[in-house]
């Protein structure tokens, strides 16, 4: 339903935050087991589709901390990956814990460092 907005409303910053929630709600419905996807980083650190399952899945249990460890993860090893998303679920948290000034303010200073 969100994907048939028009263009302009669908560039609307609470928008496109409100799409990347249902993007990682979808993503956690389909995601292997925590255990699952925690071995498969072991594995290979660079695995950045098991980091986006896992912090789907950690962001629908309320982990933000963790979910925000991870797409920072995703952000540093490739900014490009799924549309931008290591940006854009950072921007999409921030958006949830504004008020929570002291777990973000890592997270924002790498977003200021990488997107200047």
Not at 28 to 43: M, N, Q, S, V, W
Not at 96 to 109: G, Q, V, W
Request: net charge negative; aromatic share 6%.
């Amino acid at each position: 339903m969100v994907h048939t907005l028009p263009l302009p409303i669908k560039k609307d910053r609470r928008i496109r935050d409100l799409r990347t929630h249902l993007d990682f709600i979808q993503a956690a419905e389909t995601a292997p087991g925590k255990e699952t996807l925690l071995a498969r980083i072991a594995d290979d650190a660079e695995n950045l589709e098991a980091r986006y399952l896992l912090a789907a899945t950690q962001l629908v249990d309320n982990d933000y901390p963790s979910a925000l460890d991870q797409l920072a993860e995703i952000l540093q090893r490739d900014p490009t990956f799924r549309d931008d998303m290591g940006e854009r679920g950072l921007r999409a948290i921030f958006a949830i814990l504004n008020e929570e000034e002291e777990l973000l303010a890592p997270y924002r200073h790498l977003l200021q460092t990488r997107t200047h």
